[in-house]
């Protein structure tokens, strides 16, 4: 007969010096309740950045500069655009340095998004 034991399982920590920040990233078409994501990424920006995002270190360096709050990214439109009622619907769900993330916002149409979020990288994508 073998030997029979039980064997106690440690909760894990976190070794990293670094809160965690790992975001995924989408734009989709809204048809009323309903939003078909045409395209998303990831994002994890510590310890470096990195993802399927096509520019992780700048959307790394544009959140940072707003403290992960992704209100701060957006504003009244730059540049004219078409009354044309085509909703667009843009998220970001994750982590933002160890805090919870679930953001969304509405536009009238695509270039109303692009006005909105002038030069910046994060929903560069």
Not at 1 to 18: C, D, E, F, K, R
Not at 85 to 107: E, H, K, L
């Given at each position: 007969?073998?030997?029979?034991g039980?064997?106690?399982?440690?909760?894990?920590?976190?070794?990293?010096?670094?809160a965690?920040s790992a975001l995924?990233l989408?734009?989709g078409?809204s048809?009323?309740?309903?939003?078909?994501?045409?395209?998303?990424?990831?994002?994890?920006?510590?310890p470096?950045?990195?993802?399927t995002?096509?520019?992780p270190?700048?959307?790394c360096a544009?959140?940072?500069a707003?403290?992960?709050?992704?209100?701060?990214?957006?504003?009244?439109?730059q540049?004219?655009?078409?009354?044309?009622?085509?909703?667009?619907?843009i998220?970001?769900?994750?982590?933002?340095?160890?805090r919870?993330?679930?953001?969304?916002?509405?536009?009238?149409?695509?270039?109303?998004?692009?006005?909105?979020l002038?030069?910046?990288?994060v929903f560069?994508f």
């Amino acid at each position: 007969m073998g030997a029979v034991g039980v064997a106690q399982a440690q909760p894990v920590q976190s070794t990293s010096l670094y809160a965690p920040s790992a975001l995924v990233l989408s734009v989709g078409k809204s048809n009323g309740a309903a939003v078909t994501v045409q395209r998303a990424v990831t994002l994890s920006c510590a310890p470096r950045p990195s993802g399927t995002h096509p520019s992780p270190t700048a959307a790394c360096a544009d959140l940072l500069a707003v403290d992960g709050e992704f209100t701060q990214l957006t504003t009244p439109p730059q540049r004219s655009c078409t009354r044309e009622w085509d909703p667009v619907v843009i998220n970001a769900n994750g982590v933002w340095q160890g805090r919870s993330v679930s953001w969304s916002a509405t536009f009238s149409n695509a270039c109303e998004m692009q006005a909105s979020l002038t030069e910046g990288s994060v929903f560069g994508f």
